[in-house]
């Protein structure tokens, strides 16, 4: 059994800003996600920009945030919001849901594919293996607020969270960090390395991330105020797997669906419309 370190939620401070490790890591995932696009823009024939990747960038972290937090309210405290409208906008108190931020960073590549002409899952496709470090340094930082903490567990490295009572519990942080983060970043970096089809890169992030969150929630704590101890359906499904199964299903769609097109067809569709000049 080992015992958590307990972090100071608080990396610095300056005055009287607070500059919060869960905030860093953010940052971290962003920035390490540019980065990784620029590397990818760099190759020759990419069809990306420089100025392409940042402005796909601050579309995905506009979506992240906004439709993180919307999605944690609606999915996971929507009683509460009828009750206190104003819960929505507390941010600092924290309460983001991948699942809404998924959602978000949808909507947020539907406007980027409008403003610059570009498929939609071309777009997806080159995204797609960006925010898995996102995903890592977002569970480092759930990790680092001793929160999500997993469900009692005996095993070797079980730990004792101090908000979660003096049971030891798995480490489901790490769990989703090493899966969600480190193992969907190593495979779809690869796949994706070579030249893929249209929709397959997108299809296997959308596999893996689902396949991966289903399998965490057996070993993470479910969220108790959602009624009968977490489980939503049938006595053991959680929130997190009841989303995820659309995930798993809609990328293996996309995956049969682009390797079931015919080269032809993919060249055909990949034809972009010439930008209108603008004043």
């Known amino acids: 059994m080992l015992t958590f370190p307990e972090f100071d939620p608080i ?34 024939h990419s069809g990306w920009t420089t100025a392409q990747v940042t402005d796909a960038l601050f579309f995905v972290a506009l979506g992240v945030v906004l439709g993180g937090r919307l999605g944690y309210v609606m999915f996971y405290a929507s009683g509460e919001l ?58 480092l930082g759930n990790f680092i607020n001793g929160e999500l903490w997993g469900r009692v567990s ?22 989703e960090f090493f899966l969600e983060g480190v193992v969907l970043f190593i495979v779809l970096w690869l796949f994706s390395a070579k ?6 890169v997108s299809g296997l992030f959308s596999v893996c991330y689902g396949s991966f969150r289903f399998i965490v929630e057996f070993f993470r704590q479910p969220d108790a105020h959602m009624g009968d101890g977490g489980f939503i359906a049938f006595g053991w499904l959680t929130m997190g797997q009841l989303l995820s ?16 097109r ?3 067809q993919d060249h055909k569709t990949s034809q972009s419309k010439p930008l209108k000049n603008t004043p």
């Open 11 to 44: 990396a610095f401070e300056i005055g009287p800003l607070q500059v919060h490790w869960y905030g860093l890591m953010y940052l971290v995932g962003f920035a390490g996600g540019w980065w990784l696009g620029m590397v990818r823009a760099a190759k020759p």
């Open 82 to 139: 009828l009750s206190d409208p104003l819960l929505l906008f507390r941010i600092w108190e924290g309460g983001m849901s991948f699942h809404g931020g998924f959602l978000g960073v949808l909507a947020g590549m539907w406007w980027f594919t409008r403003k610059y002409r570009k498929k939609f899952f071309d777009v997806m496709d080159f995204v797609a293996p960006l925010v898995t470090i996102g995903l890592a340094a977002g569970r």
């Open 154 to 175: 005996h095993v070797p490295w079980a730990m004792v969270f101090p908000q979660a009572g003096p049971e030891p519990r798995h480490p489901s942080q790490l769990y």
């Open 195 to 200: 030249p893929r089809p249209r929709m397959a």
């Open 245 to 260: 199964l659309p995930m798993i299903l809609l990328g293996g769609g996309l995956l049969w669906w682009a390797y079931r």
């Open 262 to 264: 015919t080269p032809e």
